[in-house]
């Protein structure tokens, strides 16, 4: 008896999985890795319909609190799901899935031995660097720049974009080197660029560990495809998958 009511149970549960749908609120700086969190995921839940929302986290934070209909929110750090917690639009609490690092990145060879000093060169007239008020990496390179006592000597050649993958772009095609995560120089169309070449990890003493929050949250009812995304971002299959984009293990 016990084995019928649990094979009953079993198939009520993936029924109840069958066409659900998730929206994923993600920082830009996971947009690569979360692809592959995806992938994997849709392995099991072959059913759930998963859709990728990207954006910078103060922005993806603003949307929720106006009613944007997202049910994950994957941010690049812990303080705007912790807000999100304390103002009552999540369920449950905020976890660390990863921890990014911070690098400097040009799409020409650089003398990348100089460290940070290399932005006071004359020919880099142009920094790409996130907006710190919506983009947690933005944030940290300010952090970074400035206990290396170069902030106020380089703020005048700072290009903002609004999330971490608009400064990419604006380190490629218009300025002469940026600020980005890490994590986006292990895309497959960036791996032909070299590390001390034409990046260089930002020593990470810099600034603040930037260990990245996700929350589940708050609708009508607990999306049970929902909590089975934020179960397997959490799991050591995604683990891998974050360490192979640069993440550091946790």
Same mark, same amino acid.
């Given at each position: ?6 094979? %009953? ?22 947009? +690569?890795?979360?692809?592959?969190? =995806? ?15 990207l954006g910078s986290s103060g922005?993806?934070? #603003? ?14 750090n812990m303080k705007y799901p912790?807000?999100?917690? !304390? ?9 660390? &899935? ?5 690098? +400097? ?8 031995? !100089?460290?940070? #000093? ?8 142009? %920094? ?57 120089? &292990? ?19 810099? +600034? ?9 949250? =708050?609708?009508?009812k607990i999306n049970t495809a929902?909590? =089975?995304? +934020? ?7 995604? !683990?891998? %998958? ?9």
């Open positions: 008896m016990k084995a019928y009511i649990h094979i %009953i149970f079993s198939l009520l549960f993936a029924s109840s999985l069958l066409s659900q749908s998730i929206n994923i609120a993600v920082a830009a700086n996971v947009s +690569y890795a979360v692809e592959d969190i =995806k992938k994997e995921f849709l392995k099991i839940y072959p059913d759930i319909n998963v859709k990728i929302i922005k993806l934070t #603003a949307q929720i609190k106006n009613g944007a209909p997202f049910d994950i929110f994957m941010s690049a912790r807000l999100l917690h !304390k103002d009552g639009f999540t369920f449950g609490d905020v976890k660390v &899935y990863a921890e990014g690092s911070l690098a +400097y990145l040009s799409s020409k060879k650089q003398n990348f031995s !100089k460290g940070l #000093a290399l932005l006071l060169d004359k020919n880099i007239k142009k %920094i790409a660097i996130a907006n710190p008020k919506t983009a947690p990496y933005g944030d940290a390179s300010f952090e970074a720049l400035k206990n290396a006592n170069l902030l106020e000597k380089v703020q005048a050649k700072f290009v903002y974009g609004e999330s971490i993958s608009q400064t990419l772009s604006f380190t490629m095609v218009a300025t002469d080197i940026g600020f980005v995560a890490k994590s986006l120089l &292990y895309s497959q169309k960036m791996k032909h660029y070299k590390e001390d070449e034409h990046w260089a990890e930002v020593d990470s003493s810099l +600034y603040t560990p930037i260990q990245q929050g996700i929350v589940i949250i =708050k609708q009508t929902a909590k =089975k995304f +934020y179960e397997f971002v959490l799991s050591q299959k995604a !683990k891998e %998958i974050f360490s192979s984009y640069g993440y550091k293990s946790l």
